[in-house]
């Protein structure tokens, strides 16, 4: 067995060790907590990664949103031109036209691909 002095040292080391490790717990648990929140805060739902996506998406969205109303103002320009105020019969025509799938005699037909719609 162990002489007394050799149990009271070898008390002492568990001891301080004991006492090292209470020590180290509140530190190293605030610790776990920091890095678990700051994980989150970049990786998340609503992190930063995610608000970028979210950038992304919305500027996506907003070029769509242009280019939507743009087509808007040219079918309402387009609308506007067969008012009964103001009828254009040109447009009327070439609309008509294009409804009956008609041309006249002398006239000459140059087909556009889908990509190149004229209106």
């Given at each position: 067995m162990l002489g007394n002095d050799e149990e009271i040292e070898h008390g002492g080391v568990l001891a301080w060790i004991?006492?090292?490790?209470?020590?180290?717990?509140?530190?190293?648990?605030?610790?776990?907590?920091?890095?678990?929140?700051?994980?989150?805060?970049?990786?998340?739902?609503?992190?930063?990664?995610?608000?970028?996506?979210?950038?992304?998406?919305?500027?996506v969205a907003t070029v769509?949103?242009?280019?939507?109303q743009s087509d808007l103002a040219a079918m309402e320009r387009r609308v506007q031109g067969l008012r009964g105020d103001r009828l254009d019969r040109d447009q009327l025509d070439e609309?008509?036209?294009?409804?009956?799938?008609m041309v006249g005699k002398d006239e000459i037909v140059i087909p556009y691909g889908p990509e190149r719609r004229l209106f």
């Open positions: 004991g006492r090292r490790l209470r020590a180290a717990v509140l530190p190293v648990l605030f610790l776990a907590c920091c890095g678990y929140f700051v994980w989150h805060a970049v990786h998340g739902e609503r992190g930063l990664n995610a608000r970028a996506v979210r950038e992304h998406q919305i500027a769509e949103r242009d280019r939507a609309r008509a036209r294009q409804l009956l799938n």
